[in-house]
């Protein structure tokens, strides 16, 4: 069975530039979220899917960055505009409840210069 | 909210030499403890998980036990090995949602021979 699967693994971009990251998870799994780790400090939340609807956005840290996963699949992250704070690593995660454990992704490097 | 607190990095050890990485938290209620580890070019991967206290979860040579009264959550390996060198997260979940994780920073290890 695949794991959770991360698009690119490695991004360079400039500032005020767009980028998409893709996040595929356990095929069946409802429940995914992103993390993201910055300036390599903790791992922090940013929001949590279940199919479709966002259950909990509180981690989202501006209006730059919009969450969506269509069809309670896949699910894209798109940072608009880029700033250098942004720099970090991406982590998606997946669950097939909300009680049961996460299954994380390798992750996306986004680096902004 | 919720805090965790890891021991800081880098560490950088012998082979066969014990290892030890504090961790404690703050969390309201009864959250599982995780530690997660991160090998080089690879994503996270569970490593050991405890659910309630007293707990003691194993893995790979690696042991934590869930402390209610310290809210500790320390990870130990008696020999290190070069393979163990990577980076470690203690983690915990709140009950109600085992996606929702809050991580400390991190703790980098490296072995050498």
């Known amino acids: 069975e695949a794991g959770v699967t991360q698009f690119p693994s490695h991004s360079v971009i400039e500032k005020g530039q767009t980028v998409t990251l893709r996040c595929d998870p356990i095929?069946?799994?409802?429940?995914l979220y992103w993390y993201r780790r910055v300036m390599g400090k903790e791992i922090k939340f940013l929001l949590h899917?279940?199919?479709?609807?966002?259950?909990?956005e509180s981690g989202m840290p501006n209006n730059r960055f919009l969450a969506e996963r269509t069809g309670g699949t896949y699910s894209t992250l798109k940072v608009q505009p880029a700033e250098l704070e942004d720099s970090g690593v991406y982590f998606c995660?997946?669950?097939?409840?909300?009680?049961?454990?996460?299954?994380f992704g390798q992750g996306t490097r986004l680096t902004v210069v | 909210g919720d805090s965790v607190t890891q021991m800081e990095g880098p560490v950088t050890l012998s082979e066969e030499a014990f290892l030890t990485i504090n961790c404690t938290y703050t969390?309201?209620?009864?959250?599982?403890l995780f530690w997660y580890v991160q090998y080089p070019g690879e994503g996270l991967q569970l490593l050991l998980k405890?659910?309630?206290?007293?707990d003691k979860g194993s893995n790979k040579g690696f042991e934590a036990t869930y402390r209610k009264e310290t809210t500790s959550f320390h990870l130990e390996k008696g020999s290190v090995q070069v393979s163990d060198s990577a980076v470690y997260f203690c983690?915990?979940?709140?009950?109600?949602?085992?996606?929702?994780?809050?991580f400390g920073d991190g703790t980098t290890l490296t072995v050498k021979p």
């Open positions: 995660a997946s669950s097939q409840t909300t009680g049961a454990e996460a299954f």
């Open positions: 095929s069946g799994h409802d429940n």
């Open positions: 899917f279940v199919k479709e609807s966002k259950q909990d």
């Open positions: 969390a309201t209620g009864y959250p599982s």
């Open positions: 405890a659910t309630k206290a007293d």
């Open positions: 983690a915990l979940t709140p009950v109600t949602n085992a996606g929702k994780s809050t």
